[in-house]
């Protein structure tokens, strides 16, 4: 087995043996375009809805290369990463992040977000989200705060972790939006299609536990069952502070012992999980109330996201010496912070994406103004790109998710179509997006086949072809 930074280390950083000059550098496009996907045999998964969207998409966009990409990016985690069948009579769907052999909350439910709004008329494809939905549940029940599983009891090289490791975990380690994605794709599939058969007794007890967990990681009489260390070389893979992280002084945040990235936190209120965790309880909690008829539930959920949104607003905003009031990165109650941020989403830069704030709030501009710049230390500007990274890949490496977000949560019709343009260009001639490429040479990247980079650059193609086409024309 492997884990995500091994990867990094291995993924063979791709070197161009292409001789260009200065002008036209990081530019190289193929006069042909063959296409990456698999051949239709091999593909794991096939959609109507998505083939016909690939053919809608193409059809309208004039640059070649863009085209090129979307058609192999937008279908790879169907192509690639699924594995969808029906155990007594439900459907049930693991989903591989790509490179690594195991599933992740956060990864799969963003990998498989962008087919949400199409499942509505394709039946087959309704199928394979709702077993998502079920899987995560099971997982869910085995350990809510566990951030990767196997399919099965398969054990892992982790399994000497010193945390309560079970033979159906990949990993464990507590991340609070890995127990926030699932809600947001159940909520976003009902939406979508009206479905409410996955809504059954197991998801319930699931959500409960996300409930309560959430509950005993506020900390506010105890530490709580959750601990984690790792015998390492690498300071980030372990926790301080015997397992249980930096001290805190409990405010009403929920303590999140890693982020997004796998990478351990400073101090334990991540604010932008903190953010998306209102978001979903307040998703949670119309789901218990409409679905379920559960008024007590929801209110519980009400109540904690009331709580969470009061905390933040208080000890998550902070006075930046050049930008004004931002969102701290991590906080941990006592009037630490820090102010930084990481590719990974929820990320601050991420926040409207994921409905936490509206683009023009004047916190959110301060805070977006600020993690593009060098006053965050994982900010990286250099001669193929400028983006954000983080510690989990180390300097100078720039997440094209980063890049993908920024447009996202762009009003400015010149800067989206910048980000197109980057994306567009520091593939490294492969077809794909990656996990991350060097700041001068996006022919230096790490991980060949990360799936949720490639579908969500497919998402920010659809949704600009929709809303702002003209970005798209890229002359």
Not at 352 to 369: F, H, V
Request: one cysteine or more; aromatic letters at 12%; proline letters at 5%.
């Amino acid at each position: 087995m492997t884990n995500r930074r091994d990867f990094i280390k291995t993924s063979g950083l791709a070197l161009a043996g292409i001789g260009l000059g200065a002008n036209n550098a990081f530019s190289f496009i193929p006069t042909v375009y063959t296409s990456k996907r698999p051949e239709l045999a091999k593909r794991h998964f096939t959609s109507p809805a998505v083939e016909a969207k690939i053919k809608e998409v193409t059809s309208k966009l004039k640059d070649q290369k863009l085209a090129w990409l979307f058609e192999n990016c937008f279908p790879n985690t169907l192509d690639t990463t699924v594995y969808h069948k029906t155990i007594d009579g439900k459907p049930d769907t693991f989903v591989i992040t790509g490179d690594i052999d195991a599933m992740w909350l956060r990864d799969s439910s963003a990998q498989v977000w962008p087919y949400v709004p199409l499942a509505k008329n394709d039946k087959k494809l309704q199928s394979l989200l709702a077993g998502v939905i079920n899987r995560q549940a099971k997982c869910i029940l085995i350990d809510p705060y566990a951030n990767a599983f196997n399919d099965g009891p398969k054990g892992s090289e982790w399994e000497k972790d010193l945390t309560e490791m079970k033979p159906e975990l990949h990993e464990r380690k507590y991340e609070l939006d890995s127990i926030c994605y699932p809600i947001r794709l159940a909520y976003g599939y009902w939406k979508s299609t009206g479905d409410v058969a996955v809504f059954g007794d197991e998801w319930k007890k699931a959500m409960e536990l996300v409930y309560h967990t959430m509950i005993a990681q506020q900390r506010k009489t105890e530490r709580g069952p959750y601990k984690f260390q790792r015998v390492t070389g690498w300071q980030s893979d372990t926790v301080a502070g015997a397992g249980y992280g930096a001290p805190i002084k409990p405010v009403g945040l929920i303590v999140s012992i890693f982020r997004p990235s796998d990478d351990a936190t400073i101090y334990p209120y991540l604010i932008p999980s903190n953010l998306f965790a209102i978001v979903s309880l307040r998703q949670l909690a119309e789901i218990m109330k409409e679905v379920y008829k559960d008024e007590a539930m929801a209110t519980k959920c009400t109540n904690l996201a009331n709580e969470v949104e009061a905390a933040v607003d208080k000890y998550g905003i902070v006075d930046h010496q050049k930008y004004g009031k931002v969102y701290a990165f991590e906080v941990d109650g006592f009037g630490n912070y820090v102010c930084m941020d990481d590719a990974n989403v929820p990320s601050l830069l991420a926040l409207p994406y994921l409905g936490c704030c509206a683009k023009n709030e004047n916190i959110y501009i301060n805070t977006r103004n600020m993690v593009w710049s060098e006053y965050n230390p994982y900010f990286f500007k250099g001669k193929a790109a400028e983006g954000i990274g983080g510690p989990h890949v180390g300097l100078d490496y720039i997440w094209p998710m980063s890049i993908i977000m920024r447009a996202f949560t762009s009003s400015s019709d010149e800067e989206i179509r910048n980000c197109i343009k980057v994306l567009r260009d520091t593939d490294g001639d492969t077809g794909f997006m990656h996990e991350s490429f060097h700041k001068d040479d996006p022919a230096k990247f790490t991980r060949k086949w990360f799936a949720w980079a490639n579908t969500l650059f497919g998402e920010l193609i659809i949704t600009m072809l929709k809303e702002r086409p003209q970005v798209l024309d890229l002359k």
